[in-house]
């Protein structure tokens, strides 16, 4: 069978979950024999890429074809962010070229939706895997730009508010300053005035225009898939909730590649090793493990923190900052994935703070899979995989007093790591998943 796999973004430039999901899946359907390659979107602003047009590569013996562009261009980024008519055509072109027998795809943004519809217009069977909330919210995350969690909008003009650029800004320097009974009332009508001019200009203005049909086209452009797999009965739930037919969606959990394991086995050691592994920015909540972590007055604990500095330099910077002074706190930096079992064997326990609502993190399954145990937040995604008390402890998200108490007890109590990690842990291995995605793929593929 010959499959491609559609995704924003590809190995070796970006490194982060999806990424690693699509590689594993294609690399494992290629040990099962199919003919795999991979589509992507490229920014045309990094070494080596054409301004404009398209990047033939290869990696890890899978050929890459990155449709290359400089989003900074697009003529109507509001519009573009979820579908380019451009891409769409170039797509098309490329498909009618490859005549691949399904298209699976991991990840629509840069690229966009109008993928599907070409997908669709020629007769490919379609399979999409839901790896965030992309469909719903265009922040992906579902967090408001004022770091609160989201379940999706209420009204047609939330989306815009919390991620296009407002109008009616400029007084906010002047309404911050009232007194606090007042600026809630102030408050109130000027969000009112803003929706009512907001809804005023909808019909001239072309950027407010694509905003406000962000949810209806997706909503439809979702239908033309064939299949459609959901990770966790959280984010199936979710877009249930946001009014997407979910009548061909599939709750399957994730897979890794097991085989990164076999240096798991943990390294003894006087100290008590928290860990973080993750990208270092905000929604990952690294800074509330580090609140969490220095109010721990004990030396035996120590904290590893793995994560890039360079992508949000800004946040790295305060992390830094917060962590100063601590000799108990570690920045490691990033590790190939190779690397991962040895990463492993060198922590008692693994922390994920997150602020948003994950999609089944695949850091958090290898570190199940290697009975590792994970204190995370418990919001969904996570607290759907851990059963507190048992295979990993919950902590209330966002609150460092509520993490490092959960934190103390770990040290305070040396037998606690070893009741968790006698759990019974089920977590598949990439070959297990990619079985049951074949089956899919066959149940298409006449």
Known sequence: MKILYVVHQFFPRHLTGTETYTYELARAAKDRGHEVSVLCYEHSDLPGVPRRGVLREEYAGIPVTRFCYD???????????????????LAKQF??????????????????AALLKSAHALGIPTVLTLTDFWYICPRMQLVRGDGSLCEGPVAELDCYECYHAPVLDKWRFITDRLPC??????????ARLKRKVLA????????LDAALNRAPRLKEA?????????????LLDMFRKNGFDTSRFRLINFGINAALLKDAAKTPSNAFRFAFVGTLSHHKGCHVLIDAFRRISSDRPELRIYGSEAQFPQYAR???????????????????????????????????????????PLMLLFALRSHTPVIASDVGGLSEFIRDGENGLLFKTGDAESLSGVMRRFVDDAALSGRVRAAVINVKSIEEHSAEIEDIYRSLVK
């Open 181 to 190: 009974p007042l600026r809630r009332g102030v408050a109130a009508l000027r």
């Open 222 to 234: 979702v239908k033309l898939v064939d299949v459609v797999i959901a990770p966790t009965r959280f």
């Open 95 to 112: 498909l009618q070229d490859q005549r691949p027998d399904l298209i699976h795809f991991t990840h629509n943004s840069l690229l966009s």
């Open 318 to 360: 305060s992390v830094r900052k917060a962590a100063a002074g601590d000799a108990r706190i570690k920045f490691l930096g990033t590790f190939p994935r190779e690397n991962i079992g040895s990463v492993l064997a060198g922590m008692d326990a693994l922390v994920m703070p997150s602020l948003w609502y994950e999609n089944s």
């Open 71 to 89: 989003s900074r261009a697009w003529r109507n980024p509001t519009l573009y962010e979820y579908w380019n008519e451009e891409f769409g055509e």
């Open 200 to 207: 005023s200009k909808a019909a001239s203005d072309e950027f």
